[in-house]
């Protein structure tokens, strides 16, 4: 009899599920705390929610019985217009994350390799893996910083397709200097930067309007953070234009959902707000980063992003999260050598701030 399981691709046998954090509705009920009372400080989400505006145009869904646009044509004209890089050039995605995923299926053959720099986002070590991709590793200096050297020799060795750096970087929230750029760019490899969080770092951080000009740069963003709808798994992409033809044939055709579609054109129409609600939590990290540095057991890094990693100093930082999470507070640990005395603290509203704050300073 035919047994499913010996019918698996033997190198998804043996890779190891992203470890996501947990879903809100269930650590909600393990913690006996509505959600609303939780501070959820965990996965770099908007405090502030949705736009009311989006909120009110998810009700009034004209069509949600119709399949979506395979192009997104409105949202890349829209996309287009907000970015100033052409609609020829953008791709959306159901979040960044898929836009990742699409990146490697178009350019890796199985043993092709990818390079990334630990610490950092662990989706792209993750969707090699699924793509049967090896992943080379640089990993970072002092502060954070990219090891140049090792990177320029890694891709003399083991000839990479794609190089994946995060700008402002997850989880340390340092932004890649332009001539560090540069000098990558030269190399003879794809470099995927993602922006994920490119709306909390000083204007004119971002070189996603560089995409088009460029044969081996890719910018990735994505609506979850400074708008507000990860729920809604909305990212989008500015591709070379060798690429963008093969990336539309591959993709799934209705890989944005209507809903979430609706929601970004009416953020893009909202951006006033939304930039509103940016310089608020920038202003707030900048607090909260006051307010870490006085709790003697943590030592925080400079942050571009909205979240600020901690170096936790006399205790487990493992500990210190339970106990934070006992409290209805939810950050996030990461169990791996680099971190593994770290946590990540998405800035919040000001009123979790202040519980945190409090929360920490009990703990002292
Ligand atoms: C650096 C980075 N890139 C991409 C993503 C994924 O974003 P999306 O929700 O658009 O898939 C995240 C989410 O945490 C991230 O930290």
Excluded at 62 to 84: G, N
Excluded at 95 to 118: A, F, K, N, Q, T
């Amino acid at each position: 009899m035919f047994s499913a399981v010996d019918g698996i691709r033997p190198h998804l046998l043996a890779i190891k599920a992203y470890e996501p954090i947990s879903p809100f509705e269930v650590v909600s009920e393990r913690l006996g705390r509505s959600p609303e009372t939780i501070v959820k400080l965990d996965g770099n989400e908007n405090p502030f929610g949705t736009l009311p505006a989006v909120r009110e145009a998810l009700g009034k869904l004209r069509f949600p019985h119709i399949y979506p646009d395979p192009q997104s044509t409105l949202l890349r004209d829209a996309l287009s217009r907000h970015t100033r890089v052409p609609a020829e050039n953008l791709l959306a995605g159901a979040g960044s994350d898929e836009l990742i995923d699409l990146l490697m299926r178009l350019m890796l053959e199985p043993g092709d390799r990818i390079l990334v720099c630990p610490p950092t986002f662990g989706m792209y070590a993750f969707s090699a893996s699924v793509n049967a991709a090896a992943v080379v590793e640089v990993h970072r200096g002092p502060g954070f910083a990219l090891d140049l050297a090792g990177i320029e020799r890694a891709v003399r060795e083991h000839r990479p397709k794609i190089v994946f750096i995060a700008s402002p970087n997850n989880p340390d929230g340092s932004l890649l200097p332009t001539e560090t750029l540069e000098i990558l760019l030269g190399m003879p490899v794809l470099v995927a930067l993602d922006e994920a969080y490119i709306e909390f770092a000083p204007s004119g951080s971002s070189r996603l309007r560089e995409v088009p000009a460029r044969e081996n740069l890719v910018v990735l963003r994505t609506f979850s953070k400074w708008a507000g709808l990860a729920g809604l798994r909305v990212g989008y992409g500015a591709f070379p234009s060798s690429l963008m033809p093969h990336l539309q044939k591959i993709k799934q055709p209705y890989n944005l959902s209507v809903a979430g579609t609706t929601a970004a054109l009416v953020c893009l129409q909202g951006v006033d707000e939304l930039e509103t609600i940016g310089r608020k939590l920038v202003t707030e990290r900048q607090r909260l980063h006051a307010g870490l540095q006085e709790i003697s057991y943590l030592s925080p890094y400079p942050s571009q992003s909205n979240f600020i990693l901690c170096r936790v100093v006399d205790r487990q930082a493992v500990e210190l999260q339970a106990a934070l999470a006992r409290r209805g507070i939810l950050v996030r640990y990461f169990d791996t050598p680099e971190l593994r005395d770290h946590l990540r603290i998405t800035v919040g509203r000001p009123e979790q701030t202040e519980i945190l704050l409090a929360a920490l300073s009990e703990l002292e």
